[in-house]
Protein backbone atom coordinates (compact mmCIF):
# COMPACT_ATOMS: atom_id res chain seq x y z
CA UNK A 1 0.00 0.00 0.00
CA UNK A 2 2.74 2.48 0.29
CA UNK A 3 3.88 2.14 -2.78
CA UNK A 4 0.67 3.06 -4.15
CA UNK A 5 -0.20 5.57 -1.67
CA UNK A 6 3.17 7.27 -2.50
CA UNK A 7 2.67 7.41 -6.20
CA UNK A 8 -0.82 8.84 -5.61
CA UNK A 9 0.51 12.11 -3.90
CA UNK A 10 3.70 12.33 -6.39
CA UNK A 11 0.79 12.37 -9.31
CA UNK A 12 -0.96 14.58 -7.72
CA UNK A 13 1.95 16.77 -7.31
CA UNK A 14 2.94 16.63 -10.78
CA UNK A 15 -0.32 17.47 -11.89
CA UNK A 16 -0.75 20.44 -9.70
CA UNK A 17 2.41 21.66 -11.31
CA UNK A 18 0.21 21.85 -14.38
CA UNK A 19 -2.68 23.58 -12.78
CA UNK A 20 -4.74 21.08 -12.15
CA UNK A 21 -6.36 20.20 -9.34
CA UNK A 22 -6.12 16.98 -7.89
CA UNK A 23 -8.17 15.79 -4.84
CA UNK A 24 -7.16 11.84 -3.86
CA UNK A 25 -9.73 10.06 -1.75
CA UNK A 26 -7.34 7.22 -0.29
CA UNK A 27 -9.54 4.09 0.18
CA UNK A 28 -8.48 1.53 2.35
CA UNK A 29 -9.73 -1.89 1.69
CA UNK A 30 -10.84 -5.38 3.51
CA UNK A 31 -11.04 -3.64 7.16
CA UNK A 32 -12.90 -5.48 9.97
CA UNK A 33 -11.50 -3.85 12.86
CA UNK A 34 -10.71 -0.01 13.58
CA UNK A 35 -7.23 -1.54 14.53
CA UNK A 36 -6.73 -2.65 10.62
CA UNK A 37 -7.54 1.01 9.94
CA UNK A 38 -5.80 2.90 11.69
CA UNK A 39 -1.88 1.68 11.25
CA UNK A 40 -3.02 2.23 7.76
CA UNK A 41 -4.15 5.67 8.06
CA UNK A 42 -0.86 6.55 10.01
CA UNK A 43 0.85 4.92 6.91
CA UNK A 44 -1.21 7.37 4.59
CA UNK A 45 -0.41 10.53 6.53
CA UNK A 46 3.42 9.47 6.66
CA UNK A 47 4.12 9.14 3.37
CA UNK A 48 2.02 12.37 2.54
CA UNK A 49 4.41 14.41 5.27
CA UNK A 50 7.88 12.31 2.85
CA UNK A 51 6.83 13.51 -0.22
CA UNK A 52 5.98 16.84 0.63
CA UNK A 53 2.22 16.49 -0.34
CA UNK A 54 1.33 17.28 3.32
CA UNK A 55 -0.45 20.84 3.43
CA UNK A 56 -0.06 20.95 -0.34
CA UNK A 57 -2.69 17.87 -1.86
CA UNK A 58 -5.62 18.23 0.12
CA UNK A 59 -6.53 14.52 0.27
CA UNK A 60 -8.99 12.57 2.00
CA UNK A 61 -8.57 9.18 3.85
CA UNK A 62 -11.27 6.46 3.88
CA UNK A 63 -12.54 2.89 4.32
CA UNK A 64 -14.17 0.45 1.85
CA UNK A 65 -16.67 -1.49 3.50
CA UNK A 66 -16.26 -4.86 2.43
CA UNK A 67 -16.67 -7.22 5.40
CA UNK A 68 -19.56 -7.91 7.15
CA UNK A 69 -17.63 -7.21 10.52
CA UNK A 70 -16.94 -3.54 9.58
CA UNK A 71 -20.28 -2.27 8.56
CA UNK A 72 -21.40 -3.35 12.18
CA UNK A 73 -18.74 -1.30 13.52
CA UNK A 74 -19.20 1.24 11.24
CA UNK A 75 -19.54 3.86 14.25
CA UNK A 76 -16.19 3.01 15.42
CA UNK A 77 -14.67 3.03 12.35
CA UNK A 78 -15.89 6.55 11.38
CA UNK A 79 -14.33 8.02 14.58
CA UNK A 80 -11.24 7.90 12.50
CA UNK A 81 -12.20 7.56 8.81
CA UNK A 82 -13.26 10.51 6.48
CA UNK A 83 -15.70 8.29 4.27
CA UNK A 84 -17.21 5.25 3.64
CA UNK A 85 -18.05 3.18 0.08
CA UNK A 86 -19.51 -0.10 0.39
CA UNK A 87 -17.48 -2.50 -2.17
CA UNK A 88 -20.81 -4.28 -2.72
CA UNK A 89 -19.08 -7.11 -4.37
CA UNK A 90 -17.60 -8.50 -1.66
CA UNK A 91 -19.79 -7.38 0.84
CA UNK A 92 -22.59 -9.58 -1.34
CA UNK A 93 -20.64 -12.78 -1.06
CA UNK A 94 -19.31 -12.70 2.52
CA UNK A 95 -22.94 -11.68 3.62
CA UNK A 96 -24.56 -14.53 1.19
CA UNK A 97 -21.97 -17.03 1.79
CA UNK A 98 -21.38 -17.96 -2.01
CA UNK A 99 -18.54 -16.73 -4.67
CA UNK A 100 -19.31 -14.42 -7.32
CA UNK A 101 -17.41 -16.33 -10.13
CA UNK A 102 -19.23 -19.73 -9.60
CA UNK A 103 -22.28 -18.43 -8.59
CA UNK A 104 -23.85 -18.02 -11.35
CA UNK A 105 -24.75 -22.02 -11.65
CA UNK A 106 -27.39 -21.71 -9.24
CA UNK A 107 -28.05 -18.32 -8.88
CA UNK A 108 -29.99 -18.25 -12.22
CA UNK A 109 -32.85 -21.20 -10.77
CA UNK A 110 -32.47 -19.10 -7.41
CA UNK A 111 -33.91 -16.26 -9.46
CA UNK A 112 -36.44 -18.10 -10.86
CA UNK A 113 -37.28 -20.05 -7.88
CA UNK A 114 -38.16 -16.78 -6.12
CA UNK A 115 -35.42 -17.34 -3.76
CA UNK A 116 -33.98 -13.96 -4.72
CA UNK A 117 -36.02 -11.62 -6.45
CA UNK A 118 -32.99 -10.80 -8.70
CA UNK A 119 -29.48 -11.75 -8.91
CA UNK A 120 -27.64 -9.92 -5.76
CA UNK A 121 -24.36 -9.46 -7.57
CA UNK A 122 -26.52 -7.55 -10.10
CA UNK A 123 -29.04 -5.72 -7.71
CA UNK A 124 -28.32 -5.24 -4.13
CA UNK A 125 -30.30 -7.60 -1.65
CA UNK A 126 -32.23 -5.20 0.16
CA UNK A 127 -33.31 -7.67 3.25
CA UNK A 128 -30.08 -9.24 3.19
CA UNK A 129 -26.81 -6.98 2.40
CA UNK A 130 -29.25 -3.79 2.31
CA UNK A 131 -29.81 -4.16 5.80
CA UNK A 132 -26.31 -4.22 6.78
CA UNK A 133 -25.65 -1.40 4.55
CA UNK A 134 -28.50 0.66 6.33
CA UNK A 135 -27.33 -0.04 9.92
CA UNK A 136 -23.56 1.08 8.60
CA UNK A 137 -24.86 4.38 7.51
CA UNK A 138 -27.29 4.86 10.23
CA UNK A 139 -24.01 3.79 13.00
CA UNK A 140 -21.84 6.08 10.81
CA UNK A 141 -23.86 8.93 10.84
CA UNK A 142 -24.88 8.72 14.27
CA UNK A 143 -20.88 9.95 14.86
CA UNK A 144 -20.04 11.83 11.48
CA UNK A 145 -23.36 13.34 10.41
CA UNK A 146 -22.20 14.31 7.43
CA UNK A 147 -19.62 11.54 6.57
CA UNK A 148 -19.76 10.71 2.47
CA UNK A 149 -21.11 7.20 2.26
CA UNK A 150 -21.14 5.60 -1.45
CA UNK A 151 -20.52 2.56 -2.95
CA UNK A 152 -18.52 1.28 -5.73
CA UNK A 153 -19.16 -0.73 -8.38
CA UNK A 154 -21.69 -2.39 -10.96
CA UNK A 155 -24.31 -2.34 -8.26
CA UNK A 156 -23.78 1.45 -8.44
CA UNK A 157 -25.78 1.63 -12.03
CA UNK A 158 -29.12 -0.59 -11.44
CA UNK A 159 -31.74 1.64 -10.78
CA UNK A 160 -33.29 -0.33 -7.85
CA UNK A 161 -30.02 -0.06 -5.96
CA UNK A 162 -29.77 3.51 -7.08
CA UNK A 163 -33.28 4.28 -4.97
CA UNK A 164 -32.25 1.81 -2.20
CA UNK A 165 -28.87 4.04 -1.53
CA UNK A 166 -31.07 7.32 -2.15
CA UNK A 167 -33.64 5.27 0.44
CA UNK A 168 -31.23 4.80 3.08
CA UNK A 169 -29.41 8.65 2.77
CA UNK A 170 -26.19 7.66 1.57
CA UNK A 171 -24.31 10.23 -0.63
CA UNK A 172 -23.50 8.96 -3.58
CA UNK A 173 -22.89 5.89 -6.25
CA UNK A 174 -20.16 5.10 -8.65
CA UNK A 175 -19.72 2.61 -11.81
CA UNK A 176 -18.51 1.87 -14.18
CA UNK A 177 -18.52 4.53 -17.44
CA UNK A 178 -20.97 3.36 -19.51
CA UNK A 179 -23.36 2.75 -16.72
CA UNK A 180 -23.62 6.49 -15.18
CA UNK A 181 -26.46 7.61 -17.37
CA UNK A 182 -28.44 5.25 -15.99
CA UNK A 183 -27.22 5.64 -12.41
CA UNK A 184 -27.78 9.53 -13.12
CA UNK A 185 -31.80 8.75 -14.29
CA UNK A 186 -32.26 6.27 -11.30
CA UNK A 187 -30.91 8.81 -9.27
CA UNK A 188 -32.92 11.98 -10.30
CA UNK A 189 -36.39 9.28 -10.28
CA UNK A 190 -35.04 8.22 -6.89
CA UNK A 191 -35.23 12.46 -5.48
CA UNK A 192 -38.43 13.03 -7.13
CA UNK A 193 -39.92 9.54 -5.73
CA UNK A 194 -38.93 11.35 -2.78
CA UNK A 195 -40.24 14.85 -2.84
CA UNK A 196 -43.41 13.67 -4.19
CA UNK A 197 -43.97 11.43 -1.24
CA UNK A 198 -43.60 14.14 1.43
CA UNK A 199 -46.05 16.70 -0.44
CA UNK A 200 -48.57 13.61 -0.25
CA UNK A 201 -48.44 13.61 3.61
Known amino acids: METQVRAIFKAAMNVAKKGVKAIPEIEIPIVGTIKEYTPLAQLTR ?58 AKFLIPYVEKGIYARDPFQSIDQ ?7 KMAVGLARGVKK ?22 IGMSNVSCSPYRVPIARLAAAHAAIKEKQAKGKK
Open 46 to 103: RVAKEVGAEGKVHYTIGSMLEVPRAALTADVIAKEAEFFSFGTNDLTQMTCGFSRDDS
Open 127 to 133: EGVGLLM
Open 146 to 167: NIDIGICGEHGGDPATVEFCHR
